[in-house]
């Protein structure tokens, strides 16, 4: 799928939040682990810093991601 891009979470250990919307005051849905493996979808609008996941709803902050 274009658009699709693959990642691991890397935090050192304290976890990623997923957001309900793109800015840090945003509710919190989940907490990704560490080293954890998730897919993001370029193809979705979302402001700079930010990845929108793909196939669920959410967005995380870019920096946490390699």
């Known amino acids: 799928m274009a658009g ?7 935090t050192d250990g304290r976890g990623l939040n997923v957001r309900k919307f793109p800015v840090q005051t945003a509710p919190v849905l989940r907490v990704l682990k ?4 998730i897919a993001v979808d370029n193809s979705k609008e979302s ?13 995380v902050m870019a ?3 390699k």
């Open 4 to 10: 699709r891009k693959n990642y691991a979470v890397n």
């Open 34 to 37: 560490d080293g954890e493996k």
């Open 47 to 59: 402001p700079a810093g930010w990845k929108a996941l793909l196939g669920e709803e959410g967005y």
């Open 63 to 65: 920096e946490f991601l």
